[in-house]
């Protein structure tokens, strides 16, 4: 069965440094989402991207934040400057455009990114 | 703006007991809605979901769910619980972009 993978499983940075986050998506999906949760909280959406674009960002997705689908397979999250607070699980997924209502958002395994 | 609420942190049940989490959700329109689980260490994986039709919904690993409209919920139950349930469950509602909002998780331990 196709999975969403993402890597690396763990990342460990310094404070203020360049982070990027690396998913691959069902191959024939459209839409992608990385969603954090921060240990102890619930799961929260991050930013939404369609056809080389974002559709829809959260308030937590500031301009330290981007997204990129480089090379037609692998998704990224970049954080610029990164902070204590970032620190978190990163959740990529995504989903086939189909008909309305019928789609299911598939999540990776996600990647924990610890920030000293 | 759609929410998610689940009033339980943290259920205890025994092996072979049957289990039940609650989910209310808010939602301005019809509601898609959704239950996850995820493992320690894990990822979030799909048990089921309500899009529409029938509310009584089946899933994996011998889950099934219920949304009752007048009640805002949609909550999870399966008959009897194996030692290899216990995880986070979480309670998901999607818009019509499909953004989810989950609820905070209900923790399941399950003892001998």
């Known amino acids: 069965e196709p999975e969403v993978t993402q890597t690396p499983s763990h990342q460990v940075t310094q404070m203020g440094q360049e982070v990027i986050l690396r998913c691959v998506p069902i191959?024939?999906?459209?839409?992608f989402y990385w969603y954090r949760q921060i240990l102890g909280q619930k799961v929260e959406f991050l930013v939404s991207?369609?056809?080389?674009?974002?559709?829809?960002k959260s308030e937590i997705f500031d301009d330290q934040f981007s997204v990129e689908r480089p090379d037609g397979s692998n998704f990224t999250l970049k954080i610029r400057s990164t902070k204590l607070e970032d620190s978190a699980m990163y959740f990529c997924?995504?989903?086939?455009?189909?008909?309305?209502?019928?789609?299911?958002?598939?999540f990776g395994p996600g990647t924990r990114l610890t920030v000293l | 703006a759609q929410s998610v609420t689940q009033p339980d942190i943290h259920i205890t049940v025994s092996e072979g007991a049957s289990l039940e989490l609650r989910c209310n959700y808010s939602?301005?329109?019809?509601?898609?809605l959704f239950w996850y689980v995820q493992s320690p260490g894990q990822g979030l994986q799909l048990l089921l979901k309500?899009?529409?039709?029938?509310?009584l919904v089946q899933g994996i690993k011998g889950f099934e769910a219920e949304f009752k409209r007048s009640q805002s919920s949609f909550n999870l139950r399966k008959p009897s619980v194996h030692w290899s349930d216990a995880a986070e469950y979480f309670c998901?509602?999607?818009?019509?972009?499909?953004?989810?909002?989950f609820g905070a998780g209900t923790t399941v331990t399950v003892r001998a």
């Open positions: 309500y899009f529409s039709g029938d509310t």
């Open positions: 997924a995504s989903r086939l455009e189909g008909t309305l209502g019928t789609d299911t958002q598939y």
């Open positions: 191959s024939n999906h459209l839409y």
């Open positions: 998901a509602v999607g818009s019509n972009d499909y953004k989810l909002s």
């Open positions: 939602y301005g329109a019809t509601p898609y």
């Open positions: 991207f369609y056809n080389n674009e974002i559709s829809e």
